[in-house]
């Protein structure tokens, strides 16, 4: 059976979840988180992306993004998977597939919305019991969004709003 299609749209901002392959772990240390936001950073000026909130748990990510062109969000994320699987597996001794299918995407209309989908990833260690605050979790944009910290892969902040 064909798959559907994405949906794209200029107006919309993006919610993108990808998970690891039967539910497994993808980040098992520190290096493993830095390396994919490492990743993250050099696909987001290589495909021209605007990133506004990011969490990356132990077994899936959230990213909150703004695309220029509708097939600039599918090569993004296929850059990112395909790098970070390919780092994961030769650091693991590894083979077969990291991520569980097809990265998902929901439409997100600009405003108050994207402010509380925002909100709702970072919060994401929090409602999983990884951390007691947001703010002490160190794989999320929240410290970086919310509290002013220097930013150095976050776009449109201005005061922690959108």
Same mark, same amino acid.
């Given at each position: 059976? $064909?798959?559907?299609?994405? @949906?794209?749209?200029?107006?919309?901002?993006?919610?993108?979840?990808? &998970?690891?392959?039967?539910?497994?772990? @993808?980040?098992?240390?520190?290096?493993?988180?830095?390396?994919?936001?490492?990743?993250?950073?050099?696909?987001?000026?290589?495909?021209?992306? +605007?990133?506004?909130?990011?969490? +990356?748990?132990?077994?899936?990510?959230?990213? +909150?993004? *703004?695309?220029?062109?509708?097939?600039?969000?599918?090569?993004?994320?296929? =850059?990112?998977?395909?790098?970070?699987? !390919?780092?994961?597996?030769? !650091?693991?001794?590894?083979?077969?597939?990291? =991520?569980?299918? &097809?990265?998902?995407?929901?439409?997100?209309?600009?405003?108050?919305?994207?402010?509380?989908?925002?909100?709702?990833?970072? $919060?994401?260690? @929090?409602? $999983?019991?990884? $951390?007691?605050?947001?703010?002490?979790?160190? =794989?999320?944009?929240?410290? *970086?969004?919310?509290?002013?910290?220097?930013?150095?892969? +976050?776009?449109?902040?201005?005061?922690?709003?959108?």
């Amino acid at each position: 059976m $064909a798959r559907i299609g994405r @949906v794209y749209s200029g107006c919309y901002c993006y919610h993108i979840i990808t &998970r690891g392959n039967q539910k497994q772990n @993808v980040f098992l240390n520190e290096k493993d988180y830095a390396r994919y936001v490492g990743i993250l950073k050099r696909a987001k000026r290589k495909y021209n992306i +605007l990133l506004f909130s990011y969490c +990356l748990m132990p077994n899936h990510v959230h990213l +909150l993004i *703004e695309t220029k062109s509708s097939s600039n969000m599918s090569n993004f994320m296929r =850059w990112i998977n395909r790098g970070y699987a !390919a780092y994961f597996n030769t !650091a693991y001794q590894k083979t077969g597939h990291l =991520w569980q299918g &097809r990265f998902k995407s929901k439409p997100i209309l600009k405003g108050q919305y994207l402010i509380h989908c925002g909100n709702y990833i970072e $919060a994401n260690p @929090v409602r $999983a019991n990884i $951390a007691d605050d947001i703010a002490n979790y160190k =794989w999320s944009s929240y410290k *970086e969004r919310c509290l002013l910290s220097k930013s150095s892969i +976050l776009d449109g902040i201005v005061r922690g709003q959108f």
